[in-house]
Protein backbone atom coordinates (compact mmCIF):
# COMPACT_ATOMS: atom_id res chain seq x y z
CA UNK A 1 0.00 0.00 0.00
CA UNK A 2 1.17 3.13 -0.74
CA UNK A 3 1.78 6.29 1.22
CA UNK A 4 -2.07 8.57 0.71
CA UNK A 5 0.00 11.17 1.66
CA UNK A 6 1.41 11.57 -1.45
CA UNK A 7 -1.79 12.62 -2.82
CA UNK A 8 -2.47 16.18 -2.73
CA UNK A 9 -4.88 17.95 -4.34
CA UNK A 10 -5.56 21.62 -5.18
CA UNK A 11 -8.16 23.52 -7.09
CA UNK A 12 -8.22 23.31 -10.68
CA UNK A 13 -10.86 25.45 -12.94
CA UNK A 14 -12.48 22.72 -14.96
CA UNK A 15 -15.91 23.96 -14.57
CA UNK A 16 -18.47 22.03 -12.42
CA UNK A 17 -16.51 21.33 -8.95
CA UNK A 18 -17.81 17.81 -8.91
CA UNK A 19 -15.77 16.87 -12.00
CA UNK A 20 -13.21 18.98 -10.46
CA UNK A 21 -13.10 16.43 -7.84
CA UNK A 22 -13.45 13.06 -9.68
CA UNK A 23 -11.00 14.59 -12.45
CA UNK A 24 -8.00 14.83 -10.15
CA UNK A 25 -8.97 11.44 -8.12
CA UNK A 26 -9.05 9.77 -11.38
CA UNK A 27 -5.73 11.39 -12.49
CA UNK A 28 -3.93 10.62 -9.12
CA UNK A 29 -5.43 6.51 -9.28
CA UNK A 30 -4.64 6.30 -13.54
CA UNK A 31 -0.73 7.77 -12.54
CA UNK A 32 -0.05 5.17 -9.48
CA UNK A 33 -0.21 8.33 -7.29
CA UNK A 34 -3.14 5.95 -5.66
CA UNK A 35 -3.15 2.54 -5.18
CA UNK A 36 -5.11 0.03 -4.35
CA UNK A 37 -5.97 -0.44 -0.94
CA UNK A 38 -5.12 3.72 -0.45
CA UNK A 39 -7.26 5.52 2.04
CA UNK A 40 -8.74 9.12 0.49
CA UNK A 41 -8.81 12.08 2.18
CA UNK A 42 -11.96 12.79 4.43
CA UNK A 43 -14.80 14.67 2.54
CA UNK A 44 -13.50 17.45 4.97
CA UNK A 45 -9.92 17.62 3.88
CA UNK A 46 -10.99 16.85 0.25
CA UNK A 47 -13.29 19.85 0.45
CA UNK A 48 -10.69 22.01 1.55
CA UNK A 49 -7.77 20.65 -0.71
CA UNK A 50 -10.57 21.08 -3.64
CA UNK A 51 -11.75 24.40 -2.45
CA UNK A 52 -15.51 23.05 -2.74
CA UNK A 53 -18.51 21.91 -0.99
CA UNK A 54 -18.37 18.96 1.06
CA UNK A 55 -21.46 17.96 -1.09
CA UNK A 56 -19.23 18.22 -4.32
CA UNK A 57 -16.94 15.88 -2.54
CA UNK A 58 -19.59 13.42 -1.62
CA UNK A 59 -21.15 13.44 -5.33
CA UNK A 60 -17.84 12.69 -6.82
CA UNK A 61 -16.93 9.73 -4.58
CA UNK A 62 -20.42 8.63 -5.43
CA UNK A 63 -19.76 8.71 -8.84
CA UNK A 64 -16.71 7.19 -8.68
CA UNK A 65 -17.87 4.11 -6.13
CA UNK A 66 -20.66 3.52 -9.10
CA UNK A 67 -18.13 3.09 -11.69
CA UNK A 68 -16.00 0.79 -8.95
CA UNK A 69 -12.91 2.98 -8.71
CA UNK A 70 -13.50 3.62 -5.24
CA UNK A 71 -15.55 1.95 -2.02
CA UNK A 72 -16.66 3.71 0.77
CA UNK A 73 -16.99 2.70 4.47
CA UNK A 74 -19.24 3.95 6.88
CA UNK A 75 -19.09 4.41 10.26
CA UNK A 76 -16.33 4.71 12.47
CA UNK A 77 -12.32 3.37 10.89
CA UNK A 78 -14.45 3.80 7.49
CA UNK A 79 -13.79 6.02 4.52
CA UNK A 80 -13.03 5.59 0.96
CA UNK A 81 -10.64 3.84 -0.66
CA UNK A 82 -8.99 2.60 -4.14
CA UNK A 83 -10.77 -0.06 -4.92
CA UNK A 84 -8.40 -3.61 -6.22
CA UNK A 85 -10.11 -4.74 -9.31
CA UNK A 86 -10.39 -7.51 -10.94
CA UNK A 87 -10.73 -8.13 -14.55
CA UNK A 88 -14.09 -8.33 -15.54
CA UNK A 89 -14.65 -4.69 -14.80
CA UNK A 90 -11.49 -3.20 -15.80
CA UNK A 91 -12.68 -2.23 -19.23
CA UNK A 92 -15.93 -0.49 -18.06
CA UNK A 93 -14.04 1.55 -15.36
CA UNK A 94 -11.36 2.61 -17.57
CA UNK A 95 -13.92 3.76 -20.60
CA UNK A 96 -15.94 5.99 -17.63
CA UNK A 97 -12.10 7.14 -16.55
CA UNK A 98 -11.28 8.03 -20.73
CA UNK A 99 -14.34 9.59 -21.11
CA UNK A 100 -14.02 12.07 -18.65
CA UNK A 101 -10.79 12.80 -18.99
CA UNK A 102 -11.24 13.14 -22.91
CA UNK A 103 -14.30 15.61 -21.92
CA UNK A 104 -11.88 17.92 -20.13
CA UNK A 105 -9.08 17.75 -22.52
CA UNK A 106 -7.34 15.69 -20.12
CA UNK A 107 -5.84 13.49 -22.70
CA UNK A 108 -4.01 14.76 -26.01
CA UNK A 109 -3.81 13.52 -29.20
CA UNK A 110 -0.26 13.01 -28.88
CA UNK A 111 -0.63 10.93 -25.62
CA UNK A 112 -3.20 8.44 -27.51
CA UNK A 113 -0.59 7.99 -30.44
CA UNK A 114 2.17 7.38 -27.87
CA UNK A 115 0.20 4.71 -26.05
CA UNK A 116 -0.83 3.22 -29.22
CA UNK A 117 2.80 2.83 -30.40
CA UNK A 118 3.99 1.14 -27.02
CA UNK A 119 1.02 -0.71 -26.50
CA UNK A 120 -0.11 -1.93 -30.06
CA UNK A 121 3.28 -2.77 -31.28
CA UNK A 122 3.68 -4.87 -28.07
CA UNK A 123 0.86 -6.54 -28.65
CA UNK A 124 1.56 -7.62 -32.28
CA UNK A 125 4.67 -8.65 -31.26
CA UNK A 126 3.54 -10.80 -28.47
CA UNK A 127 0.71 -11.87 -31.17
CA UNK A 128 3.27 -12.84 -33.47
CA UNK A 129 4.26 -15.61 -31.17
CA UNK A 130 0.58 -16.29 -29.49
CA UNK A 131 -1.94 -15.99 -32.44
CA UNK A 132 -4.17 -19.33 -33.31
CA UNK A 133 -5.85 -19.72 -36.95
CA UNK A 134 -9.31 -18.29 -35.29
CA UNK A 135 -7.25 -15.00 -34.84
CA UNK A 136 -5.94 -15.24 -38.22
CA UNK A 137 -9.16 -16.17 -39.58
CA UNK A 138 -10.99 -13.21 -38.21
CA UNK A 139 -8.17 -10.55 -38.89
CA UNK A 140 -8.36 -12.16 -42.48
CA UNK A 141 -12.51 -11.05 -42.79
CA UNK A 142 -12.26 -7.70 -41.62
CA UNK A 143 -9.42 -7.02 -44.08
CA UNK A 144 -11.30 -8.34 -46.76
CA UNK A 145 -14.51 -6.66 -45.76
CA UNK A 146 -12.72 -3.25 -45.19
CA UNK A 147 -11.67 -3.75 -49.17
CA UNK A 148 -15.15 -3.00 -50.52
CA UNK A 149 -15.30 0.55 -52.02
CA UNK A 150 -19.22 0.71 -51.46
CA UNK A 151 -18.79 0.77 -47.45
CA UNK A 152 -19.84 3.88 -45.35
CA UNK A 153 -16.97 6.12 -44.08
CA UNK A 154 -18.75 4.82 -39.85
CA UNK A 155 -18.55 1.20 -41.37
CA UNK A 156 -15.21 0.87 -42.53
CA UNK A 157 -14.22 2.70 -39.48
CA UNK A 158 -16.00 0.30 -37.54
CA UNK A 159 -13.69 -2.38 -39.50
CA UNK A 160 -10.82 -0.69 -38.21
CA UNK A 161 -10.70 -0.60 -34.79
CA UNK A 162 -12.04 -4.29 -35.25
CA UNK A 163 -9.25 -5.24 -36.64
CA UNK A 164 -7.47 -3.90 -33.93
CA UNK A 165 -8.81 -5.20 -31.25
CA UNK A 166 -8.35 -8.69 -33.26
CA UNK A 167 -4.61 -7.92 -33.14
CA UNK A 168 -4.31 -7.19 -29.34
CA UNK A 169 -6.87 -10.13 -28.56
CA UNK A 170 -4.49 -12.19 -30.21
CA UNK A 171 -1.29 -11.26 -27.92
CA UNK A 172 -2.84 -13.50 -25.49
CA UNK A 173 -2.64 -10.61 -22.48
CA UNK A 174 -5.34 -9.31 -20.42
CA UNK A 175 -3.42 -6.54 -18.68
CA UNK A 176 -3.22 -5.18 -21.86
CA UNK A 177 -6.64 -5.83 -23.33
CA UNK A 178 -8.14 -3.78 -20.85
CA UNK A 179 -6.53 -0.21 -21.33
CA UNK A 180 -6.30 -1.00 -24.92
CA UNK A 181 -10.40 -1.79 -25.23
CA UNK A 182 -11.03 1.33 -23.58
CA UNK A 183 -8.74 3.40 -25.82
CA UNK A 184 -10.10 1.77 -29.00
CA UNK A 185 -14.14 2.45 -27.30
CA UNK A 186 -13.55 5.95 -26.56
CA UNK A 187 -10.41 7.74 -27.73
CA UNK A 188 -9.56 6.04 -31.18
CA UNK A 189 -13.27 6.75 -32.63
CA UNK A 190 -13.03 10.47 -31.96
CA UNK A 191 -9.54 10.77 -33.76
CA UNK A 192 -10.82 8.77 -36.21
CA UNK A 193 -13.48 11.27 -37.40
CA UNK A 194 -11.52 14.54 -36.50
CA UNK A 195 -9.57 13.19 -39.58
CA UNK A 196 -12.04 11.28 -41.53
CA UNK A 197 -11.67 13.77 -44.31
CA UNK A 198 -7.76 13.04 -44.48
CA UNK A 199 -7.57 9.52 -44.35
CA UNK A 200 -7.05 7.26 -47.50
CA UNK A 201 -8.42 3.70 -47.38
CA UNK A 202 -5.98 1.97 -49.22
CA UNK A 203 -3.10 3.21 -47.01
CA UNK A 204 -4.94 2.49 -43.40
CA UNK A 205 -5.73 -1.02 -45.83
CA UNK A 206 -2.14 -1.93 -47.11
CA UNK A 207 -0.67 -0.61 -43.10
CA UNK A 208 -3.29 -3.49 -41.54
CA UNK A 209 -2.42 -5.71 -43.90
CA UNK A 210 1.39 -5.46 -43.29
CA UNK A 211 0.61 -5.92 -39.60
CA UNK A 212 -1.24 -9.21 -40.58
CA UNK A 213 1.20 -10.34 -42.71
CA UNK A 214 3.51 -10.46 -39.86
CA UNK A 215 1.57 -11.56 -36.93
CA UNK A 216 1.10 -15.16 -40.00
CA UNK A 217 4.39 -14.84 -40.60
CA UNK A 218 4.98 -15.55 -36.97
CA UNK A 219 7.92 -12.52 -37.07
CA UNK A 220 7.44 -10.18 -34.20
CA UNK A 221 9.94 -7.65 -35.48
CA UNK A 222 7.98 -6.50 -38.36
CA UNK A 223 4.68 -7.24 -36.86
CA UNK A 224 6.37 -4.09 -34.67
CA UNK A 225 7.42 -2.36 -37.19
CA UNK A 226 3.66 -2.54 -39.03
CA UNK A 227 2.37 -0.63 -36.13
CA UNK A 228 5.42 1.72 -35.94
CA UNK A 229 4.46 2.76 -39.44
CA UNK A 230 1.29 2.32 -38.77
CA UNK A 231 1.24 5.28 -35.87
CA UNK A 232 3.60 7.41 -37.91
CA UNK A 233 1.28 7.70 -40.62
CA UNK A 234 -1.30 8.18 -38.31
CA UNK A 235 0.39 11.06 -36.31
CA UNK A 236 1.02 12.92 -39.53
CA UNK A 237 -2.52 13.35 -40.33
CA UNK A 238 -3.18 14.13 -36.48
CA UNK A 239 -0.46 17.40 -37.06
CA UNK A 240 -2.06 18.05 -39.99
CA UNK A 241 -5.25 18.42 -38.91
CA UNK A 242 -3.94 20.80 -36.13
CA UNK A 243 -4.16 17.79 -32.84
CA UNK A 244 -1.10 18.23 -31.96
CA UNK A 245 -0.33 21.11 -29.81
Do not use: K
Not at 105 to 116: F, K, L, P, V
Not at 166 to 184: E, G, S
Request: charged letters at 25%; hydrophobic letters at 45%; aromatic letters at 4%.
Amino acid sequence: MSDPGNATFTPTPVGDPVDQVRLQILDAIMSGQLRAGDRLPSELEAAQGFNVSRAAVREALASLAQIGLITTTPGRGGGSFVTEVDHAPVERNLTEAMQLLLRFNGISAREIADARRALEGTCAQLAADRRDAEHLVEMSTVLDAAMDDDLTDDSWLDLDIRFHRVVVRAANNRVLLAPLAALHRVAQPNLNHAIQPLLERAQINAQHRAIYDAIRASDPVSARGAVDAHVDYLEALYEQAGLFD
